[in-house]
Nanobody
Framework: VQLQASGGGLVQSGGSLGLSCATSGFPLDRYDIGWFRRAPGKEREAVSC????????YYADSVKGRFTISRDNAKDVVYLQMNSLKPEDTAVYYC?????????????????WGQGTLVTVSS
């Protein structure tokens, strides 16, 4: 089971970025996928999650209305579209997966983690 996040970079406040989480070694449609982030000096924070069973999506209050999670099971990729970015969105973003029912904001419920991608939002 492997996950690889990509798409990070430097963007100005108010801009947009699209992250991708490429998965391999497992059938994506059987897994719940979450995005987390860790800002400098802060604890890891749940950002969003998409559930395999019914496609339900969850978002942290801090990103609701600005970020959109989606998945393409045929391509084994999960996306996180980030709009109206703010400097406080600056962080390393990680994707994670689990076959068990996840608790969106609890990282211990995710079994597999990928390496992160850095997002920097300048003011």
């Amino acid at each position: 089971v492997q996950l690889q996040a990509s798409g990070g970079g430097l963007v100005q406040s108010g801009g947009s970025l699209g992250l991708s989480c490429a998965t391999s070694g497992f059938p994506l449609d059987r897994y719940d996928i979450g995005w987390f982030r860790r800002a400098p000096g802060k604890e890891r924070e749940a950002v969003s999650c998409i559930v395999n069973s019914d496609g339900s999506t969850y978002y942290a209050d801090s990103v609701k209305g600005r970020f959109t999670i989606s998945r393409d099971n045929a391509k084994d990729v999960v996306y996180l579209q980030m709009n109206s970015l703010k400097p406080e969105d600056t962080a390393v973003y990680y994707c994670a997966a689990s076959t068990a029912a996840v608790v969106f904001q609890n990282p211990s419920t995710y079994a597999y983690w990928g390496q992160g991608t850095l997002v920097t939002v300048s003011s």
